[in-house]
């Protein structure tokens, strides 16, 4: 099945891209939860109108990535969450959460979708989260969750 991705999907593509998918994934979960279409000859020529402002977008954003890496690399990042004994946390840190703390410490406004966990953060402790800015940008930052009084 042919369609074009109308939002970037980990492992898949950017918007405007045209992929090739299995029939079941895209008619199951790409097309119902919105991050694709299917491609028509119409659709392909809107794909071009994406790419140009996705273009015109990177070029811009690969200066701006830097400097929302060197803002990210200087921050202290703690996030106070409940825990029982040990240390072990009553549910778990999210990236929503992590992205709010961010913000509350000064950083950039960040999108919860493009930060990469260090797999499950159930316990006190610390732990460096990654985020892609760009196609070329990665930073890395610690978190620090601590128990809540």
Known sequence: ????????VSGLGTPGDIVEVKNGYGRNYLLPQGFAIQWTKGA???????????????????????????????????LSARSGNGGRLFGSITPAEIVDAVKAAGG?????????????????GSYNVQVKLHPEVTATFPVNVVAAK
Not at 1 to 8: A, P, S, W
Not at 48 to 55: G, M, S, W
Request: hydrophobic share 35%; aromatic share 0%; no cysteine.
């Open 44 to 78: 392909e020529k809107q794909v071009a109108v994406i790419k140009r402002a996705r273009e015109a977008r990177e070029i811009r954003d690969l200066g701006q990535a830097n400097e929302v890496k060197d803002q990210l690399s200087g921050l202290k990042v703690t």
């Open 108 to 124: 950039p406004s960040l999108d919860r979708r493009r930060l990469e966990l260090p797999g499950h953060i159930k316990t006190t």
């Open 1 to 8: 099945m042919k369609i074009i991705l109308t939002q970037e």
